[in-house]
């Protein structure tokens, strides 16, 4: 899930570190292709690989294509992001410098003022939620790793645990060195999904009996239709990335080489466990692994991976709430205040629903989808249509028009869909899961 927004505050480039004259903008010291492609990977590979074989189950076969789709469709969406940031430091030359929000930006040009605001409420939320099932994933893994030895430690138990000791560490700000954090999040999320998809295949030559299938309702489709797009959902940041490159020009090829890795990452697993475990897959696919050494050190690694990530991807959200209410830059009391407020806040709706593949279907369906399909292609669209004496004209082929629409009305409708299954299946009275904090 995406945690970069944070990185231009701390790797800011400036004074005698940049070069702003002529085009294409260039830092000295900025991102190359490759340190950008491992932050774009670094901020999606996680939590998607976790819950993507159960979504893929529950939309049928047609899931695996689905997973092809959505990452082309995804990654498309993504270079139209980085297009349209092109066309603004075209147009408009105090962009060339560095910009501390770059997506709200591009919404403001294309759209107005109060398309800007929705792209930042969206940013807020996606982050937001991102950093809830964050914790609910580690708390889960963490609760797998010791339930031999704590075997009445519970589930919610391990979650208010991990809350409380997560919460001094966001008083103290972020880390300042992100591109170790980048390559460190890709290797232990690497590692992790090898050593997983090597017990699926040891777990697919013990098995004596081909995996259980049933067919599948519209509500689970739309659930799932959420799930696959979170776990390519990390076209929020991609512009703040493309800000920080030494030449942003070169940025969608960042992200073709991102998402062939995610790709990779991704596809085996979903489908090992499709034909391996077929209905038994669990919603965190850890769960549905026999046991051994090498899914130890999977729990290890992405339980590390999983609160590196959070520590990153709430601080954007704790920054911007400070900012409403005016409170110091500087470590004090008012911040810590704050953050701790917002773990609270965290703890109530996680306590509340404690399924993280819930919480993220519904990120995935509403804000992600915005924010990956409808709007990134929409903006590019509007941007080209926008004209001025002074302004390079750019014509869109008719094919690609349409491609384009196809993927807004796509996102539009199946964001609905699965926002609206996603909500149903949180409060529907059979479905719903009983609160940690309700006692009867």
Request: glycine residues 8%; hydrophobic residues 50%.
């Amino acid at each position: 899930m995406a945690y970069y927004d944070n990185i231009s505050n701390q790797i800011k480039i400036i004074g005698a570190d940049t070069e702003i004259a002529g085009s294409p903008f260039r830092k000295k010291n900025g991102l190359s292709v490759l340190s950008a492609a491992i932050f774009i990977v670094g901020e999606m590979a996680g939590s998607g690989v976790l819950a993507l074989p159960r979504a893929v189950v529950d939309s049928g076969w047609i899931g695996l294509i689905l997973v092809i789709v959505f990452c082309v469709n995804s990654c498309y969406g993504g270079t139209r992001l980085g297009i349209c940031w092109e066309i603004l430091e075209e147009r408009y030359p105090e962009y060339k410098g560095s910009t501390r929000n770059p997506y709200p930006t591009i919404a403001e040009r294309a759209v107005g003022q109060w398309c800007r605001k929705l792209v930042s409420a969206c940013i807020q939320i996606t982050l937001f939620g991102a950093g809830v099932v964050y914790l609910l994933l580690a708390s889960q893994i963490f609760q797998e790793l010791l339930k031999h030895f704590l075997p009445k430690v519970t589930f919610c138990s391990w979650f208010l645990l991990f809350a409380a000791l997560i919460t001094p560490p966001m008083w103290l700000g972020s880390p300042k060195d992100f591109l170790l954090v980048g390559v460190g999040a890709i290797l232990s999320t690497a590692i992790a999904c090898t050593l997983i998809f090597v017990q699926i295949v040891k777990d697919g030559i013990n098995k004596t009996e081909p995996a259980p299938h049933i067919p599948h309702n519209f509500k689970d489709f739309f659930l799932s239709f959420g799930v696959i797009l979170f776990a390519f959902g990390g076209a929020s940041t991609f512009p703040t990335i493309q800000n920080d490159m030494t030449n942003r020009k070169k940025f969608t090829k960042s992200v073709y080489a991102a998402f062939v890795v995610i790709l990779v990452l991704y596809l085996p697993i979903a489908v090992g466990a499709y034909f391996v475990y077929g209905e038994h897959t669990n919603a965190n696919i850890i769960l549905s692994l026999n046991g051994g050494i090498m899914i130890t050190l999977a729990n290890v690694f992405l339980v590390i991976h999983l609160v590196l990530a959070f520590l990153i991807v709430i601080n954007p959200v704790a920054q911007e709430i400070e900012n409403i209410f005016d409170v110091p830059h500087e470590f004090g009391f008012l911040r810590c205040i704050v953050r701790t407020c917002m773990v609270l806040l965290m703890v109530m709706v996680g306590e509340s629903v404690p399924q993280f593949s819930k919480i993220l279907a519904l990120v995935g369906g509403s804000t992600i989808t915005l924010l990956t399909f409808v709007l990134p292609n929409y903006f590019y669209m509007k941007l080209c249509s926008q004209e001025s004496p002074d302004w390079v004209k750019r014509e869109i082929p008719l094919h690609m028009r349409i491609y384009m629409w196809e993927l807004i009305l796509i996102g539009i409708f199946g964001g609905l869909a699965s926002t609206f299954s996603a909500i149903h299946a949180i409060f529907n009275i059979h479905s719903i899961v009983k609160p940690c904090y309700w006692i009867f």
